[in-house]
């Protein structure tokens, strides 16, 4: 984002009104009682010039919102007769939609191919945003790393990019596919940013389930590993959100029929159930911030660390505080402790010093790509 702080931040609450209001209560229907709400959404768009529209949609790009956001702005548009932003908005949607609709089809291709021949495979973090898609398209698979690059390569004349050190940590590699221009990100037998989550990872696929997307058939992790995996990705390795885990994970608590604990037995084979908590407790806080409500039992509430944080806005994301981070890094690395587990204990601290390489190399290259 190259706009202005507090002009970024007004883009990032209108477009959390729009999704949260759409797509946490009402399902995405335009009734006539939301209209009203919306003229205030709908008029701050279409007072935006042509860069300020630039901006605006870059930063629901990256947070991965822009089908949501621009489909309920269209309603509220066309509905309030505003033809001007109803025409910006299908332009962009037609555009994007095409590039979903390309990247599911490779999505399942590729999928099919490494499951028939051995290397079972499960859809993680990608499908989460559905009727977005993120930049990327991630796999999980139990499969040896030699047969995925075979099957890769032989398929879909597919080539791994250059890894960084936090990718060997983890054990994943990107692919680049011809005619996709996604990368394909593939976790390989382990999960975690040092690769320290072996028997989490297992349930991965242990426990996947079927999901349709786009009319097409997908296995995905279950809902209580979909949790565990967002947790880790934004609390314990980025310490940031993007707008769509707010939505992606409140519509899974709403739609799916989550087992608590089974959650937090998932979460402990990890030793990140306070992690897990604190995931949860800072979605419910930001979506309650704009109308939304997320239900979340006692235990969880009572097991997250700084129940009363939230997310704050910074750098086109909503920013979890490094302290909250730090703690729940050190109470994994005690839970590793108690619990033997060789694995982890090997791994974790490898984090903070990768973390550190990763900022020091941004501040002076402005990259931290072959790093993190």
Same mark, same amino acid.
């Given at each position: 984002?190259?706009?202005?702080?507090?002009?970024?931040?007004?883009?990032?609450?209108?477009?959390?009104?729009?999704?949260?209001?759409?797509?946490?209560?009402? $399902?995405?229907?335009?009734? %006539?009682?939301?209209?009203?709400?919306?003229?205030?959404?709908?008029?701050?768009?279409?007072?935006? $010039?042509?860069?300020?529209?630039?901006? #605006?949609?870059?930063?629901?790009?990256? $947070?991965?919102?822009?089908?949501?956001?621009?489909?309920?702005?269209?309603?509220?548009?066309?509905?309030?007769?505003?033809?001007?932003?109803?025409?910006?908005?299908?332009?962009?949607?037609?555009?994007?939609?095409?590039?979903?609709?390309?990247?599911?089809?490779?999505?399942?291709?590729?999928?099919?191919?490494?499951?028939?021949?051995?290397?079972?495979?499960?859809?993680?973090?990608?499908?989460?945003?559905?009727?977005?898609?993120?930049?990327?398209?991630?796999?999980?698979?139990?499969?040896?790393?030699?047969?995925?690059?075979?099957?890769?390569?032989?398929?879909?004349?597919?080539?791994?990019?250059?890894?960084?050190?936090?990718?060997?940590?983890?054990?994943?590699? $990107?692919?680049?596919?011809?005619?996709? %221009?996604?990368?394909?990100?593939?976790?390989?037998?382990?999960?975690?940013?040092?690769?320290?989550?072996?028997?989490?990872?297992?349930?991965?696929?242990?426990?996947?389930?079927?999901?349709?997307?786009?009319?097409?058939?997908?296995?995905?992790?279950?809902?209580?590993?979909?949790?565990?995996?967002?947790?880790?990705?934004?609390?314990?390795?980025?310490?940031?959100?993007?707008?769509?885990?707010?939505?992606?994970?409140?519509?899974?608590?709403?739609?799916?029929?989550?087992?608590?604990?089974?959650?937090?037995?998932?979460?402990?084979?990890?030793?990140?159930?306070?992690?897990?908590?604190? #995931?949860?407790?800072?979605?419910?806080?930001?979506?309650?911030?704009?109308?939304?409500?997320?239900?979340?039992?006692?235990?969880?509430?009572?097991?997250?660390?700084?129940?009363?944080?939230?997310?704050?806005?910074?750098?086109? #994301?909503?920013?979890?505080?490094?302290?909250?981070?730090?703690?729940?890094?050190?109470?994994?690395?005690?839970?590793?402790?108690?619990?033997?587990?060789?694995?982890?204990?090997?791994?974790?601290?490898?984090?903070?010093?990768?973390?550190?390489?990763?900022?020091?190399?941004?501040?002076?290259?402005?990259?931290?790509?072959?790093?993190?």
């Amino acid at each position: 984002m190259n706009c202005a702080p507090r002009q970024a931040e007004q883009h990032m609450e209108t477009v959390s009104r729009l999704t949260v209001r759409a797509y946490c209560e009402n $399902n995405g229907e335009t009734s %006539p009682e939301d209209l009203e709400h919306l003229k205030d959404d709908l008029h701050c768009v279409s007072s935006l $010039n042509a860069a300020q529209l630039t901006e #605006f949609l870059e930063l629901a790009d990256s $947070n991965h919102v822009v089908v949501r956001a621009l489909t309920i702005l269209q309603n509220a548009a066309i509905a309030l007769g505003n033809n001007s932003v109803a025409e910006w908005c299908e332009g962009w949607l037609v555009k994007e939609r095409a590039r979903i609709e390309h990247g599911i089809e490779m999505l399942q291709s590729i999928c099919g191919a490494l499951e028939s021949r051995g290397c079972k495979v499960t859809v993680i973090k990608s499908l989460d945003h559905w009727p977005d898609l993120g930049s990327d398209l991630d796999l999980y698979t139990s499969a040896d790393e030699d047969r995925v690059q075979q099957v890769m390569r032989e398929e879909f004349d597919a080539h791994p990019v250059e890894r960084s050190w936090g990718d060997r940590l983890a054990h994943k590699w $990107n692919y680049s596919v011809p005619g996709l %221009p996604e990368l394909v990100e593939i976790h390989v037998q382990v999960l975690g940013q040092t690769g320290e989550h072996a028997q989490m990872a297992k349930r991965v696929i242990d426990r996947r389930v079927r999901k349709v997307v786009g009319g097409r058939d997908f296995h995905v992790p279950a809902p209580e590993e979909r949790i565990v995996i967002s947790t880790l990705q934004r609390v314990y390795r980025h310490f940031y959100f993007r707008l769509c885990d707010m939505i992606d994970m409140t519509l899974l608590m709403q739609s799916e029929p989550l087992d608590f604990v089974e959650l937090r037995r998932a979460a402990h084979v990890a030793g990140i159930w306070p992690g897990v908590a604190t #995931f949860l407790c800072l979605i419910q806080s930001y979506i309650g911030n704009y109308g939304g409500y997320v239900p979340l039992p006692q235990e969880v509430i009572h097991a997250a660390h700084a129940r009363g944080e939230s997310v704050r806005f910074g750098n086109g #994301f909503l920013r979890v505080s490094k302290l909250t981070g730090a703690g729940l890094y050190g109470s994994q690395l005690v839970h590793a402790g108690r619990h033997r587990d060789v694995r982890a204990l090997l791994r974790l601290p490898l984090l903070p010093p990768l973390a550190i390489s990763a900022l020091v190399a941004h501040s002076l290259t402005g990259n931290d790509k072959g790093i993190w």
